[in-house]
Protein backbone atom coordinates (compact mmCIF):
# COMPACT_ATOMS: atom_id res chain seq x y z
CA UNK A 1 0.00 0.00 0.00
CA UNK A 2 1.71 3.13 -0.75
CA UNK A 3 1.94 5.64 1.71
CA UNK A 4 -0.01 8.38 1.21
CA UNK A 5 -3.02 5.34 1.20
CA UNK A 6 -1.86 3.98 4.92
CA UNK A 7 -1.56 7.60 6.37
CA UNK A 8 -4.86 8.24 5.24
CA UNK A 9 -6.09 4.64 6.67
CA UNK A 10 -4.57 6.50 10.49
CA UNK A 11 -4.14 10.49 9.40
CA UNK A 12 -3.28 10.68 13.19
CA UNK A 13 -0.18 9.18 12.20
CA UNK A 14 0.77 12.44 10.50
CA UNK A 15 1.87 13.57 13.73
CA UNK A 16 4.62 11.16 13.93
CA UNK A 17 5.64 11.75 10.56
CA UNK A 18 6.02 15.84 11.23
CA UNK A 19 7.87 14.66 14.42
CA UNK A 20 11.02 13.60 12.48
CA UNK A 21 10.95 16.26 9.77
CA UNK A 22 11.00 18.90 12.87
CA UNK A 23 8.20 20.79 11.63
CA UNK A 24 7.57 21.76 15.08
CA UNK A 25 8.73 24.79 17.13
CA UNK A 26 11.50 22.78 18.63
CA UNK A 27 10.96 21.74 22.17
CA UNK A 28 8.64 24.06 22.85
CA UNK A 29 5.10 22.80 23.04
CA UNK A 30 3.22 24.76 20.22
CA UNK A 31 -0.72 24.17 22.13
CA UNK A 32 0.70 25.72 25.35
CA UNK A 33 2.11 28.76 22.98
CA UNK A 34 -1.23 29.08 21.56
CA UNK A 35 -2.95 28.77 24.86
CA UNK A 36 -0.56 31.82 26.17
CA UNK A 37 -1.35 34.13 23.15
CA UNK A 38 -4.96 34.63 22.30
CA UNK A 39 -3.81 37.96 21.04
CA UNK A 40 -2.74 35.58 18.13
CA UNK A 41 -5.50 33.65 17.80
CA UNK A 42 -5.96 34.65 14.21
CA UNK A 43 -2.49 33.99 12.76
CA UNK A 44 -2.46 30.80 15.20
CA UNK A 45 -6.24 29.79 13.67
CA UNK A 46 -7.07 28.74 16.92
CA UNK A 47 -10.97 28.63 16.56
CA UNK A 48 -12.21 28.93 19.99
CA UNK A 49 -11.79 28.40 23.17
CA UNK A 50 -13.34 26.99 26.32
CA UNK A 51 -12.50 27.16 29.68
CA UNK A 52 -10.85 23.86 29.61
CA UNK A 53 -9.99 23.45 26.32
CA UNK A 54 -8.42 25.07 22.75
CA UNK A 55 -9.22 24.43 18.92
CA UNK A 56 -6.94 24.72 16.36
CA UNK A 57 -6.70 23.93 13.29
CA UNK A 58 -3.70 21.82 12.42
CA UNK A 59 -1.11 23.79 10.71
CA UNK A 60 0.00 20.63 8.78
CA UNK A 61 -3.85 19.27 7.78
CA UNK A 62 -4.00 15.68 6.50
CA UNK A 63 -7.10 16.81 4.95
CA UNK A 64 -8.82 20.26 4.65
CA UNK A 65 -10.54 21.42 8.23
CA UNK A 66 -8.19 18.92 9.84
CA UNK A 67 -8.55 20.22 13.49
CA UNK A 68 -7.11 19.45 16.69
CA UNK A 69 -8.92 19.39 20.09
CA UNK A 70 -6.37 19.85 23.32
CA UNK A 71 -7.26 20.58 26.83
CA UNK A 72 -5.71 23.68 27.68
CA UNK A 73 -3.33 22.18 30.63
CA UNK A 74 -0.17 20.51 29.34
CA UNK A 75 -1.40 17.33 30.10
CA UNK A 76 -0.63 14.09 28.10
CA UNK A 77 -2.84 11.32 29.29
CA UNK A 78 -6.41 10.75 30.50
CA UNK A 79 -5.68 9.76 33.93
CA UNK A 80 -4.30 13.90 34.44
CA UNK A 81 -7.43 15.12 33.52
CA UNK A 82 -10.02 16.42 35.84
CA UNK A 83 -13.87 15.24 35.05
CA UNK A 84 -14.93 18.70 33.75
CA UNK A 85 -11.90 18.50 31.70
CA UNK A 86 -12.70 15.30 30.20
CA UNK A 87 -16.60 16.29 29.47
CA UNK A 88 -15.26 19.53 27.86
CA UNK A 89 -12.55 17.89 25.52
CA UNK A 90 -15.34 15.85 24.64
CA UNK A 91 -17.61 18.07 24.10
CA UNK A 92 -15.17 20.01 21.94
CA UNK A 93 -14.99 17.32 19.94
CA UNK A 94 -18.69 17.07 19.28
CA UNK A 95 -18.71 20.61 18.60
CA UNK A 96 -15.39 20.50 15.91
CA UNK A 97 -17.45 17.80 14.05
CA UNK A 98 -20.38 20.16 13.64
CA UNK A 99 -18.80 23.14 12.56
CA UNK A 100 -16.51 20.89 10.07
CA UNK A 101 -20.12 19.21 8.43
CA UNK A 102 -20.93 23.03 7.99
CA UNK A 103 -18.07 24.34 6.20
CA UNK A 104 -16.44 21.82 4.41
CA UNK A 105 -19.20 19.52 3.94
CA UNK A 106 -17.92 16.71 5.57
CA UNK A 107 -19.27 13.65 5.05
CA UNK A 108 -17.35 11.59 7.50
CA UNK A 109 -14.59 11.77 9.74
CA UNK A 110 -11.63 10.19 11.58
CA UNK A 111 -10.83 10.73 15.16
CA UNK A 112 -7.64 9.92 17.06
CA UNK A 113 -5.52 9.96 20.04
CA UNK A 114 -1.75 9.20 19.79
CA UNK A 115 -0.70 8.23 23.31
CA UNK A 116 2.78 8.10 23.70
CA UNK A 117 5.81 8.60 21.16
CA UNK A 118 5.83 4.90 19.95
CA UNK A 119 2.13 5.41 19.27
CA UNK A 120 3.21 8.02 17.01
CA UNK A 121 2.25 10.93 19.23
CA UNK A 122 4.68 14.11 17.55
CA UNK A 123 3.76 16.24 20.83
CA UNK A 124 3.50 13.42 23.42
CA UNK A 125 3.09 16.17 26.20
CA UNK A 126 -0.21 17.50 25.59
CA UNK A 127 -3.07 15.17 25.06
CA UNK A 128 -5.24 15.94 21.90
CA UNK A 129 -7.63 14.78 19.32
CA UNK A 130 -7.38 15.05 15.93
CA UNK A 131 -10.60 15.51 13.72
CA UNK A 132 -9.75 14.78 10.25
CA UNK A 133 -12.61 15.27 8.26
CA UNK A 134 -13.49 12.95 4.98
CA UNK A 135 -15.55 12.65 1.63
CA UNK A 136 -16.67 10.24 -0.39
CA UNK A 137 -14.16 9.20 -2.42
CA UNK A 138 -11.22 11.53 -1.34
CA UNK A 139 -8.80 9.17 -0.93
CA UNK A 140 -8.63 8.85 -5.25
CA UNK A 141 -9.04 12.28 -5.25
CA UNK A 142 -5.94 12.99 -3.19
CA UNK A 143 -4.07 10.39 -4.89
CA UNK A 144 -3.77 12.31 -7.80
CA UNK A 145 -2.85 16.11 -5.48
CA UNK A 146 -0.36 13.75 -3.56
CA UNK A 147 2.18 16.87 -1.52
CA UNK A 148 0.18 19.05 -3.21
CA UNK A 149 -3.24 18.45 -1.38
CA UNK A 150 -2.29 21.52 0.93
CA UNK A 151 -2.07 24.61 -0.36
CA UNK A 152 -1.36 27.29 2.33
CA UNK A 153 -3.62 29.87 1.21
CA UNK A 154 -6.75 27.55 1.48
CA UNK A 155 -6.11 27.39 5.30
CA UNK A 156 -6.50 31.33 6.22
CA UNK A 157 -9.04 31.48 4.12
CA UNK A 158 -10.74 27.83 5.73
CA UNK A 159 -10.11 29.49 9.37
CA UNK A 160 -11.75 32.24 8.72
CA UNK A 161 -15.08 30.77 7.60
CA UNK A 162 -14.37 28.01 10.75
CA UNK A 163 -14.31 31.25 13.14
CA UNK A 164 -17.50 32.47 11.59
CA UNK A 165 -18.91 29.09 11.79
CA UNK A 166 -17.78 28.92 15.42
CA UNK A 167 -19.45 32.22 16.02
CA UNK A 168 -22.75 31.80 14.62
CA UNK A 169 -22.65 28.12 16.71
CA UNK A 170 -22.02 30.31 20.08
CA UNK A 171 -18.90 29.10 20.67
CA UNK A 172 -17.00 32.26 20.48
CA UNK A 173 -17.57 35.69 20.57
ZN1 LIG B 1 1.47 21.99 26.19
Redesign the pocket.
Known amino acids: MPEFHKNLWAPWRMDYIRSLDGAEHGDE?F??HYRDTPEQDQANHVLWRGPHTIVVMNRFPYTNGHLLVAPAR?EGDFSGLSDEELLELQKSVRDGVAVLRKTVRAQGFNIGYNLGQCAGAGLP??LHAHIVPRWSGDTNFMAILGDARVIPDSLDTLAGLMTEAARAAGLRS
Open positions: CLCHGH
